[in-house]
């Protein structure tokens, strides 16, 4: 799946225009357990102290809050989002913070509103998969990096790794009557397979792909329900008209479904993600 059928594109928008306030009241939590792939991302980009970060499809903030303490007070970090309610909610989470060095902004990744060559590096963490056309907002990334600036990708391996996360999106969904189209999961994953980032970089007019997998597999203790975010911030549509009685017969399929995962007293899982980078060359071709 190369690109989103404008139906899906659209459901997609309005997801994530409703999802907003949830993601925003999960962010620092969900922040900190995923602080490894974070710090990863920034460094595929090589942000250093001092560098102008800009960060596509922020939503409620990630990799752009963590990117703050790397690129220290004579940086500065700007978070975008496509989602006026998104940019809303990680507004005040930056507020809330207090980080001086962050700002954030509405821009749609396919038409950035930044002149050329107005960042050191460019990061996308989970969203790129979103883009209308992916290798559009690549090359648009390409055009607001300066010369030999990189730009890093994550996106999710296969679903069959990732029981962390769409084990629990494939139950809830189930369980909430099927809100996400499957569209919705084979988006999730469209980059999921090696080489189909790092071609489409190279097509961007990007050099020097680079690719790495990571790979993580926690262990996490019975009765922490995990996938009390997921619930909230991916079946939003369903999960706000639920009495609070549904609600815990939503957590009670969740958990079920973790069954299978389960060895003595923790669940034992996975997660899959891929970070591909690429950097603007030194020279355009005009200039040569
Ligand atoms: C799965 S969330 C990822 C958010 C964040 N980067 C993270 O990892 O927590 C995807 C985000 O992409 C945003 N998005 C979708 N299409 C976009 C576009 N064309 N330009 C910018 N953001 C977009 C959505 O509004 C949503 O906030």
Redesign the pocket.
Known sequence: MQNWSEDSLNL??AH??EA?SY?GKW?DQ?AEQQIKVNLGLLAAAAVKPGARLL?????????AVTASAMVGAEGLVTA????VP?VQALAQRLARLGLSNVTCRQ????ALPFADGSFDAVT????LM???DAVR?LSEAARVVRPAGRIAV?VWGPEANNSVVFHGMRAANTFLGGPMPEEGFLA?TRFAEPGVLAAMMTSAGLVDAREQELIVEPRIKVGIPFWAPLLEMNATEVWTGLTPDEQKKAHQAVAQAYEPFRDGDHYMLKSHMRIVSAKRPETTASQA
Do not use: Q, V
Not at 55 to 63: K, M, Y
Not at 80 to 83: H, N, Q, V
């Open positions: 997609s928008r994530y225009d907003a993601w962010a969900l960060d596509l499809a922020s939503g409620a903030g990630e990799p975008t989002d496509i989602s998104m821009a749609d990744m396919e996308c963490r989970y969203g979103y883009a209308r907002a994550m999730a």
